[in-house]
């Protein structure tokens, strides 16, 4: 497969960006954005949206444990 042009990298970025504003607007319903998703993935490459959904969901959990915190999961009890 050859390397998208600057083009078809910008047409992807874009639908990119189109569907994350989507997902933000409806708490991340995939359905309400089926469509965004359907062009996102015509216009990337197969690697391309793998990597950027994955780059979206550690985005969300890093602003997760920013404004949440972070609480460690309990361990098992050690014997008395």
Known sequence: ???PNSAERKA???ARDELWKCLD???DRASACQQLQSQ?????PAQWVK?????R???KYKERMETD????????????
Do not use: H, I, V
Request: charged share 25%; glycine share 8%.
């Open 1 to 3: 497969m050859a390397a």
């Open 12 to 14: 992807c970025w874009d």
């Open 25 to 27: 607007q409806n708490q």
């Open 40 to 44: 996102f993935e015509g216009r990337c």
């Open 51 to 55: 990597y950027f959904t994955k780059r």
């Open 57 to 59: 969901d550690f985005l």
């Open 69 to 80: 915190g972070f609480s460690p999961a309990e361990g098992p009890r050690q014997p008395s």
